[in-house]
């Protein structure tokens, strides 16, 4: 506002800079310099496209090779054909089966490569897709290239002319299960379909000119150059009706108008198969020729690709010159009016701002470098009761500020652009405190021009800020006396409020917790987004509750219930969790043991079936969340049924419980043995070191039977079948079906074994 002059200095540069931006490209377009750099750009463009399609139809041969030969189902035919390539009758049911089992894909895949052979090692003809009979020979074919490959078993490509016409022929090897060289893939592409693919969407045309006979390095080459005719596209479409190259073709007539128009030095580079490119018109469309000649598998040029690539071209006459001379003097008298214009819109935005800063219900006002007021609103007037034109009197604009609000330029720029100040003022018989807000007035990277201040009565919200600490203070006192610990959790997860019972029972302090996520400061075995209490309360905006075990400072177990509970705002939108915890040990103790008399196994005291799936599970779970090595070993003692009908059922369960006994002195105490039926039995291992290298035996416990057997002195020996089993997560989703897996191993030696007697 206080700067319209450069405003519209600016605004006349840019409209300027805008026409003489025209009246450059105007000129530009009608440069020859430009036309050059044109039909430069459209070489390059067509040569990159040309590249890039067959790059792009490499890659996609190679993708569909592997995906429809590189399998087992193929290999296995092929290494058939291999052993049967001396018996004609074998070969022929193997290239029926192949035909079938590639002839379903092969009516997908024909859209992109229509011709699709397959070779022995010895060069010989096995299958062509199109006809069953292929190793019938009769069969003519181009084995062109397919050398390299048998010599190298590496992939090869190129162009070649095969069965009359051009394609572009690529060539895989292939490999059976033991990396042995069995056959040679080969799919081709009509040149055809390459043209088809670069003039689609476009009005370019192509037309594929072809040397009649080879033009390789002989002695008198510019005679047979002189003496060689360029033919049409007959070697590239011969017999192509299903391709559909009308309007992307030049016709007979394009190209003799084309090649009249070659200069002598255009037609020695096309006999001679040298890129070149000139501007032309053809039909009345102005365009540019381009001769880009291309090499066969060997690499040697056979020919090369004549394109016509349309053009826009500007030209101007003098009369349209003088229609745009006009045109630029009427867009300077545009400009002048609209300058005219805005000048008068900058001053009614001035009156317009200076009516919305009066409408600001707190003072506003504006100070210049020079500490000088050079605007404010009408609240500021009234606030220091002083009008106008003695605020903005030059000689005495700063002396009847209060003291607190004498503020400078160089305090603002002190302050880094802005700076605040707060004062107590007494009016009538209350204090009442203000706050004043500066910045720094500048645009960017130019210096700063004043500074910008406003003053806020803050008396309200001071108060009301002291009566929420207060407020606050309160409830803190109230919650930290509260025999049970709080938590309050925010949308996000982080905690914002921990009483005194919760740091307690965690041993921290009250800044180890806030802004923390929970699983920081807290573990539970719940804690994963499908079961966790705090994320299903923050989601369904339902109360949940679990139970977890934590260890004190001195190591001591507690049970504690928790419980999580949503609280909303005012207006009903849920705000966070509350979060609260019990002890609940001595209650739970009553109940565990209660419920250890139905996990246990009251012969040996370990665990029973249903014991080792309530305690296992927790383990299998943490297990997956710390990926850390989980093993279960199943365990079956062989002919306890015998020995109970040969020594009595006392001997035999003597034998069980010696045989847990050397299970507790063989795993570790944080190992989980359970009796899972008369003679089997489960160890879950958690975080072991332990390295599977046969899952049927467990050298450590298999030399405790054997000194066991030794020093028992019975009449009868301890039998284990053994099988161990590492959690892997990609297969086991629960501890059942890992408990499953261990139990097949030792069923399978019981097969063996039963097999064996």
């Not at 399609?53 to 429809?68: P, Y």
């Not at 609209?338 to 003072?363: E, N, V």
């Not at 979060?579 to 739970?588: A, C, Q, V």
Request: proline residues 2%; hydrophobic residues 40%.
């Amino acid at each position: 506002m206080l700067r319209a002059k450069r405003f519209y200095f600016f605004d006349f540069i840019f409209f300027s800079a805008m026409m003489a931006l025209i009246v450059a490209i105007f000129i530009v377009m009608s440069d020859d310099e430009s036309q050059r750099q044109q039909r430069k750009l459209v070489e390059r463009t067509v040569y990159n496209s040309f590249m890039s399609t067959l790059a792009q139809t490499k890659s996609n041969a190679a993708l569909l090779f592997e995906l429809q030969y590189a399998n087992q189902a193929i290999s296995r035919l092929l290494d058939q054909a291999n052993q049967a390539k001396e018996s004609p009758e074998k070969l022929r049911i193997i290239v029926e089966n192949l035909y079938q089992s590639l002839q379903p894909q092969f009516k997908v895949s024909r859209k992109k490569f229509p011709f699709q052979q397959i070779y022995l090692p010895n060069s010989q003809l096995l299958l062509h897709l199109d006809q069953k009979r292929s190793t019938d020979d009769k069969f003519t074919h181009n084995k062109t290239g397919l050398e390299n490959v048998i010599e190298k078993h590496k992939p090869f490509s190129g162009l070649s002319l095969k069965n009359g016409r051009y394609v572009y022929r690529y060539f895989f090897p292939v490999f059976n299960a033991s990396n042995e060289f069995i056959a040679v893939v080969e799919l081709s592409l009509p040149l055809a379909k390459i043209q088809s693919s670069l003039a689609d969407g476009s009005e370019v045309k192509y037309q594929y000119l072809w040397a009649k006979r080879p033009l390789l390095a002989v002695t008198q080459k510019n005679n047979v150059y002189r003496g060689t005719a360029l033919s049409k596209s007959f070697l590239v479409s011969l017999n192509q009706r299903d391709e559909d190259t009308e309007g992307i073709v030049l016709s007979d007539k394009d190209l003799r108008e084309l090649k009249s128009k070659f200069t002598a030095e255009q037609s020695a580079k096309l006999l001679q198969l040298k890129r070149f490119s000139f501007n032309t018109q053809m039909n009345g469309r102005d365009g540019v020729v381009m001769f880009m000649p291309i090499s066969n598998i060997y690499g040697y040029h056979v020919g090369g690709m004549l394109s016509f690539i349309p053009t826009m071209k500007l030209y101007i006459s003098s009369a349209e010159f003088n229609v745009i001379a006009l045109l630029l003097i009427l867009l300077l008298l545009v400009t002048f009016l609209y300058a005219l214009k805005k000048s008068a819109h900058l001053y009614q935005i001035k009156i317009s701002f200076q009516r919305f800063l009066d409408a600001m219900p707190f003072p506003i006002y504006l100070k210049n470098n020079n500490n000088q007021y050079c605007g404010a609103n009408k609240a500021f007037c009234e606030f220091f009761a002083l009008s106008k034109r003695k605020l903005f009197n030059r000689n005495a604009s700063y002396d009847h500020d209060f003291e607190a609000f004498k503020v400078s330029m160089s305090d603002v720029e002190e302050a880094n652009g802005y700076l605040e100040v707060e004062s107590v003022q007494v009016k009538g018989d209350t204090d009442l405190t203000y706050k004043m807000y500066c910045f720094s007035m500048a645009e960017q990277d130019m210096p700063k021009q004043g500074f910008v201040g406003y003053i806020n009565d803050v008396s309200n919200y001071k108060s009301l800020n002291q009566k929420l600490t207060s407020s606050l203070f309160d409830q803190s006192q109230f919650m930290d006396i509260l025999p049970f610990g709080v938590r309050i959790f925010d949308l996000e997860g982080h905690v914002t409020y921990v009483n005194k019972a919760l740091r307690m029972i965690n041993g921290g302090v009250t800044n180890e917790f806030l802004s923390s996520d929970c699983e920081a400061v807290f573990n539970c075995m719940e804690c994963h987004t499908n079961v966790c209490a705090l994320h299903k309360s923050r989601i369904l905006k339902t109360p949940q509750r679990i139970e977890t075990i934590k260890h004190n400072n001195e190591g001591e177990v507690f049970t504690y219930e928790v419980s999580y509970h949503p609280y909303y705002t005012v207006d009903k939108k849920i705000q966070g969790v509350v979060e609260l915890t019990n002890d609940i040990t001595i209650n739970k103790s009553l109940l565990d043991k209660n419920h250890e008399l139905t996990l246990s196994d009251q012969l040996t005291g370990v665990l029973n079936y249903r014991g080792l799936i309530n305690a296992g599970e927790n383990y299998f779970r943490l297990a997956a969340r710390s990926k850390k090595p989980f093993f279960v070993l199943y365990l079956n003692m062989v002919g306890l049924n015998k020995i109970s009908a040969e020594h009595g059922i006392d001997a035999s369960e003597k034998l069980i419980t010696c045989f847990v006994e050397l299970l507790k002195e063989t795993f570790r105490e944080t190992d989980i043995i359970a009796r899972i039926g008369n003679d089997e039995f489960v160890v879950l291992m958690n975080d072991s070191e332990y390295e599977v290298s046969d899952s049927r035996k467990f050298p450590r416990l298999d030399e405790a039977i054997k000194i066991f057997n030794m020093q028992a002195n019975l009449a009868y020996r301890l039998v284990c079948d053994t099988g161990i089993v590492e959690c892997k997560s990609a297969v086991h989703d629960d501890l059942s079906s890992l408990i499953k897996d261990a139990e097949q191993v030792v069923y399978e030696q019981g097969i063996k074994r039963g097999l064996s007697n």
